[in-house]
């Protein structure tokens, strides 16, 4: 018998505690981390040697919405970056629970349209991405976006106690099939109208789950700070960690309010657990909105129904051809897509720089044309942000995107290269690793990105996909 299924020789070990990197070798046996160090003669199936590289525990993205993407397709926009483990479910848009007897209003027509709105219970969507088998692992959140459209006739309006009740039997469900929490996106006209009591009664039942709040919150932008406090008092009232969503300041009007928030969210970091993420560019992608439009000093379609041949286009440049002004093109965009380009440079450093800032792409796989984050998020950090201009170590990057989020989250044996950890891993090159989407391409692989296994097993090799489907449903409190 065999010592181990694979050996990676004379690597680069980015432990994923942010310490620097050590060399030594890595085996892997039955889908774990076996041994680490200079391991010397063994016999193992498959032995590689990786001078130049390192390895690293694969990425974890902490903020996706491939809900439907990770059962259609093979992930080559996440496995290209070096991610073995997505976050579902955020913004309060999730594929279930609910069985869709119309059209989902956007934002929910970002991930699906009715057809794919199949599922009643959690635990049935759960189910469906292990049977089926999928490249990647997913760790699940239930949505409230999706739970209010199922249970209200209208959303335009705060739930009744019935339709709370409802909604609470339904996340109730979700949590104990193995969702790891309950997102909100209250900023979406689906959720504009909720109280703060709506989502806290709904949060409620996350402390005895021992399970995770996260938040779009109502506001990214003039009414921040009230948006941030709401938040807090939702996990306090709850008993639960928070983590805000795409950390940000939107609109020239509040570019530079990073320097005020970010000290708040630490101020209030060190009285409840709270979490943050980013993404690494000062534009946003999200539904099309005529009131977001006329905000942005620019603004990309990224795909229309009515209007597809307009995808990849400039809204202005559109405007100007049809001989209309900016809000009445985008309402005969509809319904559609956008990137705004509604942040200021020195804002996103700042958070980038944050030690507590987790990276997530937040793109949109099924859009036409996307946000280039969809494709380029973690080696731009990496190779950008971190070795080109300098923000932070290499090693600490790596952090952020290991065993910073799988802390967070819960994913144990995740996030840190250690003996008994799942093989989730990425052999990449330190020198030439960045990101190649851009707004005009954007969907180009980054280079640099060696190898990608997740359970041992390689999902991405020689610049393309394997076809492995080696992932599964991470269910609360049956990780290991």
Same mark, same amino acid.
């Given at each position: 018998?065999?010592?181990?299924?694979?050996?990676?020789r004379?690597?680069?070990?980015?432990?994923?505690?942010?310490?620097?990197?050590?060399?030594?070798?890595?085996?892997?046996?039955?889908?774990?981390i076996?041994?680490?160090?200079?391991?010397?003669?063994?016999?193992?199936?498959?032995?590689?040697?990786?001078a130049?590289?390192?390895?690293?525990?694969?990425f974890?993205?902490?903020?996706?919405?491939d809900?439907?993407?990770?059962?259609?397709?093979?992930?080559?926009?996440?496995?290209?970056?070096?991610?073995?483990?997505?976050?579902?479910?955020?913004?309060?848009?999730?594929?279930?629970?609910?069985v869709?007897?119309?059209?989902?209003?956007?934002?929910?027509?970002?991930?699906?349209?009715?057809?794919?709105?199949?599922?009643?219970?959690?635990?049935?969507?759960?189910?469906?991405?292990?049977?089926?088998?999928?490249?990647?692992?997913?760790?699940?959140?239930?949505?409230?976006?999706?739970l209010?459209?199922?249970?209200?006739?209208?959303?335009d309006?705060?739930?009744?106690?019935?339709?709370?009740?409802?909604?609470?039997?339904?996340?109730?469900?979700?949590?104990?099939?193995?969702?790891?929490?309950?997102?909100?996106?209250?900023?979406?006209r689906p959720?504009?109208?909720?109280?703060t009591?709506?989502i806290?009664?709904?949060?409620?039942?996350?402390?005895?789950?021992k399970?995770?709040?996260?938040?779009?919150?109502?506001?990214?932008?003039?009414?921040?700070?009230e948006?941030?406090?709401?938040?807090?008092?939702?996990?306090?009232?709850?008993?639960?960690?928070?983590?805000?969503?795409?950390?940000?300041?939107?609109?020239?009007?509040?570019?530079?309010?990073?320097?005020?928030?970010?000290?708040?969210?630490?101020?209030?970091?060190?009285?409840?657990?709270?979490?943050?993420?980013?993404?690494?560019?000062?534009?946003?992608?999200?539904?099309?909105?005529?009131?977001?439009?006329?905000?942005?000093?620019?603004?990309?379609?990224?795909?229309?129904k009515?209007?597809?041949?307009?995808?990849?286009?400039?809204?202005?440049?559109?405007?100007?051809?049809?001989?209309?002004?900016?809000?009445?093109?985008?309402?005969?965009l509809?319904?559609?897509?956008?990137?705004?380009?509604?942040?200021?440079?020195?804002?996103?450093?700042?958070?980038?720089?944050f030690?507590?800032?987790?990276?997530?792409?937040?793109?949109?796989?099924?859009?036409?044309?996307?946000?280039?984050?969809?494709?380029?998020?973690?080696? /731009?950090? @990496?190779?950008?942000?971190?070795? =080109?201009?300098? #923000? *932070?170590?290499?090693?600490?990057? %790596?952090? +952020?995107? &290991?065993?910073?989020?799988?802390?967070?989250?819960?994913?144990?044996?995740?996030g /840190?290269? @250690?003996?008994g950890?799942?093989? =989730?891993?990425? #052999? *990449?090159d330190?020198?030439?690793? %960045?990101? +190649?989407? &851009?707004?005009?391409?954007?969907m180009?692989?980054?280079a640099?990105?060696?190898?990608?296994?997740?359970?041992?097993?390689?999902?991405?090799?020689?610049?393309?996909t394997?076809?492995?489907?080696?992932? +599964?449903?991470?269910?609360?409190?049956?990780?290991?």
């Amino acid at each position: 018998m065999k010592d181990f299924d694979l050996v990676l020789r004379n690597a680069a070990l980015y432990d994923g505690t942010g310490a620097a990197p050590v060399a030594g070798d890595l085996a892997v046996s039955k889908g774990r981390i076996a041994a680490l160090g200079a391991l010397g003669r063994c016999d193992a199936d498959d032995e590689i040697d990786v001078a130049g590289l390192a390895v690293a525990p694969g990425f974890v993205d902490v903020h996706t919405h491939d809900d439907r993407a990770l059962m259609i397709g093979d992930m080559a926009m996440k496995a290209s970056q070096g991610i073995t483990t997505v976050v579902v479910g955020n913004c309060g848009v999730s594929l279930a629970p609910w069985v869709a007897d119309r059209a989902p209003p956007p934002p929910l027509d970002l991930i699906g349209g009715r057809e794919d709105f199949r599922f009643a219970k959690f635990g049935d969507y759960l189910d469906t991405l292990d049977r089926e088998g999928i490249a990647l692992n997913a760790a699940c959140l239930c949505g409230h976006m999706t739970l209010r459209v199922g249970a209200m006739d209208r959303v335009d309006r705060p739930a009744e106690l019935r339709e709370i009740e409802t909604m609470r039997a339904r996340l109730g469900e979700a949590l104990d099939a193995g969702a790891i929490g309950f997102s909100t996106g209250l900023a979406y006209r689906p959720s504009m109208a909720a109280p703060t009591s709506e989502i806290a009664s709904l949060a409620e039942l996350l402390g005895p789950a021992k399970a995770i709040h996260t938040t779009h919150m109502r506001d990214e932008s003039a009414h921040i700070d009230e948006a941030m406090d709401e938040a807090f008092a939702i996990g306090r009232h709850a008993g639960v960690p928070v983590v805000i969503s795409h950390f940000k300041a939107s609109g020239a009007a509040n570019f530079g309010k990073t320097k005020h928030t970010i000290p708040k969210l630490a101020d209030a970091m060190a009285r409840q657990p709270l979490g943050v993420d980013v993404y690494p560019y000062a534009a946003s992608s999200t539904v099309l909105d005529p009131e977001f439009a006329a905000e942005a000093p620019r603004v990309l379609v990224t795909w229309s129904k009515a209007e597809p041949s307009q995808a990849g286009r400039y809204l202005d440049d559109i405007a100007k051809d049809w001989g209309v002004d900016r809000t009445t093109a985008a309402e005969r965009l509809q319904p559609a897509g956008a990137v705004y380009f509604a942040m200021d440079e020195a804002d996103v450093r700042r958070i980038l720089s944050f030690r507590e800032a987790m990276i997530g792409s937040d793109g949109l796989p099924h859009d036409s044309h996307p946000h280039p984050r969809l494709w380029g998020s973690f080696p /731009r950090v @990496l190779g950008h942000y971190a070795r =080109d201009v300098g #923000l *932070f170590p290499m090693q600490e990057a %790596i952090r +952020r995107m &290991t065993s910073l989020p799988a802390d967070r989250f819960g994913l144990k044996g995740r996030g /840190r290269l @250690l003996p008994g950890h799942h093989a =989730d891993l990425v #052999l *990449f090159d330190p020198a030439t690793v %960045i990101d +190649r989407a &851009t707004f005009e391409h954007p969907m180009q692989p980054a280079a640099g990105i060696d190898t990608v296994f997740v359970a041992g097993q390689p999902v991405w090799r020689d610049g393309k996909t394997t076809g492995a489907k080696p992932g +599964r449903a991470l269910r609360r409190g049956a990780f290991q």
